[in-house]
C-alpha cells in the first residue's frame, strides 16, 4: 500500500507538471490558479473534516509544521508568484515533502480521508515548486541557500513562541515543528529522540538538504549566475 501510494502520488505529480507544460501561456496561467483553487479547497476541507468527526484541536491541528505552512505558501504562490516563497517551497518544501512521503507520520490516524489526504498534502508541496520550476523557468537567486536557510530558523522561533503561548493558555504544549519532542516516524538520520540533541540534529539535517537541493538546481541550470 505505501509503495502503491508513493507510485501514484508521483505519477499523477509528473501528469500535471507535463499537462501545464504542453497549454498555451494563457492557458497556462488559467491551470495555475486552477490549481491554487484545488490546493485551497483541500485545505479548507481538511479542516472541516476535523471538525466534523470531533479530532480538530489547537495543539495539534493547525497548520505549523513545516509541511503545514508550506500547504499555505502553494496556495498564495499559484495566484501570485513571490521569489522568496518561491525559494522556500524548493529548498524547505521539496525535502520536507519527499522525507513525509517516505516516513509517513499520520497525527490524526490514516482512517476515513486522513489516509488519502496525506498523500495529496505533501504531493501538492512537491507538486508546485516543480511545476513553477519547469513550467515557468523560475530560478533560484544565487543566494537563495543562505536566505532560505535563516528564513527556517526565524520560522521556528516564532512558531516556538506560538508554541509556548498555546501551551500556556492550554495547558498543553503544542509539539509544532517539532520543537519539543522528536518526529514518531522512525528516521534514521536523526540518530537519538532526546531533546535538544535530536532538534541539533533536524537543524543540521535542513541545512544538508537546503545545500544538496540548490547544488541540483545549479547542475540543472535553475540558479542566476548573479544576483
Not at 505558501?73 to 522525507?99: C, D, R, T, W
Not at 512521503?101 to 490514516?110: E, K, S, V, Y
Request: aromatic share 20%; hydrophobic share 55%.
Amino acid at each position: 500500500l505505501w509503495l502503491s501510494s508513493i507510485s501514484i502520488t508521483f505519477a499523477c505529480i509528473a501528469m500535471i507538471i507535463i499537462i501545464g507544460y504542453y497549454l498555451s501561456d494563457k492557458h497556462r496561467a488559467i491551470f495555475t490558479k486552477f490549481l491554487g483553487g484545488l490546493f485551497f479547497v483541500r485545505f479548507i476541507f481538511l479542516h472541516g473534516y476535523m471538525v466534523g468527526i470531533g479530532h480538530w484541536d489547537i495543539v495539534n491541528s493547525l497548520p505549523l509544521h513545516l509541511c503545514g505552512v508550506s500547504s499555505l505558501v502553494i496556495i498564495f504562490i499559484m495566484f501570485k508568484y513571490n521569489q522568496s516563497l518561491f525559494e522556500f517551497l524548493v529548498l524547505l518544501g521539496i525535502p520536507s515533502a519527499i522525507h513525509s512521503i517516505l516516513t509517513p507520520q499520520f497525527i490524526h490516524g490514516w482512517d476515513g480521508y486522513y489516509f488519502p489526504e496525506f498523500y495529496l498534502s505533501h504531493g501538492a508541496i512537491l507538486l508546485a515548486p516543480l511545476y513553477l520550476s519547469i513550467n515557468y523557468s523560475y530560478k533560484l537567486r544565487i543566494n537563495a541557500w543562505k536566505t532560505a536557510f535563516i528564513n527556517g530558523l526565524i520560522l521556528a522561533f516564532f512558531i516556538g513562541i506560538i508554541n509556548l503561548i498555546i501551551g500556556y493558555l492550554f495547558g498543553t504544549m503544542p509539539n509544532y515543528l517539532y520543537l519539543c519532542e522528536a518526529p514518531i516516524a522512525d528516521n534514521p538520520l536523526l540518530f537519538t529522540n532526546k531533546w535538544p540533541y535530536y532538534f541539533l540534529m533536524l537543524v543540521f539535517l535542513m541545512f544538508l538538504h537546503v545545500i544538496a537541493i540548490f547544488y541540483i538546481y545549479k547542475l540543472i541550470g535553475k540558479v542566476e549566475t548573479s544576483e
